[in-house]
C-alpha cells in the first residue's frame, strides 16, 4: 500500500477488518468485507454457537481441536464458541516464535469475508441517501472496468455485485500461489491495486449472464468498493469506519491495511486512553 493511497491494496494477508475476540456485545445492527486471509501468527478458530449445546463438547473438546490446528503448523491458535447460555474459549501455540509469548485470550483476529456485509451496509445507506441506485450499472460508475472476453459493465448492476449473481469471474481462483504454504509465505507481502484485481478477472469471460445464476465473487465486491469511491470521494473503509464502526461504538473492530494487527493495535489503544476521536489512518 502507497501512503498516498490507504486502503486502496490488497496484500495477501490482510482481510479488510479486524475484530477483538472478547470485544463484548456489539449493538445491534446489520455489519461486516474483504478477502479471505491468513494470519502468519495467528488463526482464529470460531465454532458453531450449537456445539456448545451439544452433549460432550466442552472447553476441553475445543482446546484439542485447537491443538489439532497447531500441530498442523499454524504458529498460535486463538477459538471462541458462543451459545445461548455458555461461551468457551481456548488458545494454542504462541503469539510469537522468539518470545515465546502465548497467543492472548482476547486477541485480534481478521475477518476475511465478514468485511462484506459493512460494505453492503454502506452501500444501502447511499441508496437511502438517493446517490446511488441499486440498478445503477458499473460502467455508470466505472466506465471501462469491466470489458473484454464477454464481460460488460453496462449488463451488471450494483446489485448483481451485492448479490453475487454478477457472473464475474472471482480472481480468487487466479491466486495460486494462496493454495499452498509455500506459495503463500512467496506472496505475503506483496500487495494488488482494486484495478489489478479486476484485470485479473476481466482475462476470463463471465460465468454467466448477469443475474441468471449465483456464484460467490471477491471480484464483485472490489467492484463495490471501487464504486463506494467513486461516489462519495473516499475510500470504502473510510467510509464504513464513519458510518457503521464509529456509529455503533465498535471500538475493536477497525481496517487494519498494511501494516500489522500489532501496529494498529497500539495506536488504537493509546488514542482511545486518552479520549481522542480517532484519526483517519489510525483504526
Request: with cysteine; aromatic share 6%; hydrophobic share 35%.
Amino acid at each position: 500500500m502507497q501512503t498516498e493511497q490507504p486502503a486502496t491494496r490488497l496484500r495477501a494477508d490482510s482481510a479488510m477488518y479486524a475484530r477483538r475476540l472478547d470485544s463484548g456485545r456489539m449493538r445491534r445492527g446489520r455489519l461486516a468485507v474483504g478477502i479471505l486471509a491468513t494470519l502468519a501468527a495467528l488463526v482464529t478458530l470460531a465454532g458453531p454457537a450449537a456445539a456448545i449445546e451439544r452433549p460432550g463438547y466442552d472447553r476441553a473438546a475445543l482446546q484439542r481441536d485447537l491443538d489439532a490446528i497447531h500441530a498442523a503448523g499454524a504458529t498460535g491458535v486463538q477459538g471462541s464458541v458462543r451459545g445461548r447460555h455458555e461461551r468457551l474459549t481456548a488458545r494454542s501455540g504462541v503469539a510469537d516464535l522468539r518470545t515465546g509469548r502465548p497467543v492472548p485470550r482476547g486477541g485480534y483476529f481478521r475477518m476475511g469475508s465478514n468485511t462484506k456485509t459493512f460494505v453492503a451496509t454502506l452501500v444501502l445507506q447511499l441508496v437511502a441517501e438517493g446517490r446511488l441506485s441499486l440498478d445503477d450499472t458499473v460502467e455508470r460508475w466505472l466506465p471501462g472496468i469491466v470489458a473484454g472476453n464477454g464481460n460488460d459493465g453496462r449488463t451488471v448492476t450494483v446489485r448483481h455485485l451485492l448479490q453475487h449473481t454478477s457472473g464475474l469471474y472471482n480472481y480468487t481462483n487466479d491466486l495460486n500461489e494462496l493454495a499452498s504454504p509455500e506459495g503463500y509465505e512467496s506472496v505475503r507481502f506483496r500487495s494488488w491495486r482494486p484495478t489489478e484485481l479486476v484485470a485479473m478477472a476481466m482475462r476470463h469471460p463471465p460465468n454467466f449472464a448477469p443475474g441468471t445464476h449465483w456464484d460467490y465473487s471477491n471480484t464483485g465486491y472490489i467492484l463495490v468498493g471501487m464504486i463506494i469511491e467513486a461516489v462519495t470521494g473516499r475510500t470504502w473503509d473510510i467510509e464504513v469506519r464513519d458510518r457503521v464502526i464509529r456509529p455503533l461504538g465498535l471500538r475493536h473492530t477497525f481496517s487494519p491495511g498494511d501494516r500489522s494487527l500489532s501496529s494498529r493495535m497500539r495506536r488504537c489503544r493509546r488514542e482511545i486512553s486518552v479520549q481522542r476521536p480517532v484519526r483517519r489512518r489510525a483504526c
